[in-house]
Every structure is written in structure tokens, then in C-alpha cells.
């Protein structure tokens, strides 16, 4: 296996889409690509509503390259 990419907090309307990425002798090939694409169909065929967090510019090409869109910001704050 050189690519991966899976769900979390999925539940009967909904699934967040985590742990994409690709072995470091293996990107650029459209690994990462094709394994989004499968997991979205899937997911879509099961009528889920999908979202994903991501801070890598790289990958949030590929994301749009597949369709989806940003629209918004998110933050994580430490409580002491």
C-alpha cells in the first residue's frame, strides 16, 4: 500500500474524511487522487454529506481538483 485516505465521525448522513497521503517514493503519480475519488464516490453512493480539514496547500489542490470547495477557516485554541 503506498496511498490511503479513510473516514471519521462518520455517521448515517455524514463522514469526515482523514488520513490522506501518499509514501514519500510515491507522490505526484495520482495516488492520492484516486484514492479520494473511490472513498467520495462510495460515501456519496451511501447519500453522506462529506467535509475535510486540511492546512496543506498541496493537498488542498487535490481536493478541489476533485470538487471540493473551501468555505471557511477553523482554529484550534488550548484551554489551560
Known amino acids: 500500500m503506498v496511498s490511503t485516505a479513510s473516514t471519521a ?3 448515517t ?3 469526515m474524511i482523514i488520513a490522506v497521503g501518499t509514501h ?3 507522490k505526484r503519480k495520482g495516488y492520492a487522487s484516486q ?3 473511490a472513498l467520495c464516490q462510495e460515501l456519496i453512493s451511501e447519500g453522506k454529506e462529506l467535509c475535510l480539514f486540511y492546512d496543506n496547500p498541496e493537498a488542498g489542490n ?5 470538487g471540493f470547495k473551501d468555505i471557511g477557516f477553523w482554529m484550534m485554541y488550548t484551554y489551560e
Request: net charge neutral; hydrophobic share 40%.
Open 35 to 37: 484514492c479520494m475519488q
Open 9 to 11: 465521525a462518520e455517521n
Open 62 to 66: 487535490i481536493y478541489k481538483r476533485i
Open 13 to 15: 448522513v455524514s463522514a
Open 24 to 26: 514519500a517514493d510515491y
